[in-house]
Nanobody
């Protein structure tokens, strides 16, 4: 499976941004996908996950009020809608995937990772 993440950029505090992650090479519905982020000098942090078969979602408590994960089956794409962005949201955002048959819910591990897309929020 191949993942391509895009949509990052430089925005101002309070702006919104939508990241996209396209999955190719495999049947979309057989996967669970997640978004992670890694800020400079910090460990990678879980943001949100979605089951592509059921549509169930799971988000980190600290971000669920501002960030929403969703999917478009026709486009084999998962989105991360980010609202009310803050400077502390500045990070490289990664999408990841794991097959349904090899994961629990929410997934504890992912088998494939996208290349990351940089989000910079300035004050």
């Amino acid at each position: 499976v191949q993942l391509q993440a895009f949509g990052g950029g430089s925005v101002q505090t309070g702006d919104s941004l939508r990241l996209s992650c396209r999955l190719s090479g495999r049947t979309f519905s057989r996967y669970r996908m997640g978004w992670f982020r890694q800020a400079p000098g910090k460990e990678r942090e879980f943001v949100a996950a979605i089951s592509l078969s059921s549509g169930a979602t799971y988000s980190a408590d600290s971000m669920k009020d501002r960030f929403t994960i969703s999917r478009d089956d026709a486009k084999n794409t998962v989105y991360l809608q980010m609202n009310s962005l803050k400077p502390e949201d500045t990070a490289v955002y990664y999408c990841a995937a794991v097959s349904v048959s090899h994961s629990s819910w929410p997934p504890a591990r992912y088998h494939a990772w996208g290349q990351g897309t940089l989000v910079t929020v300035s004050s």
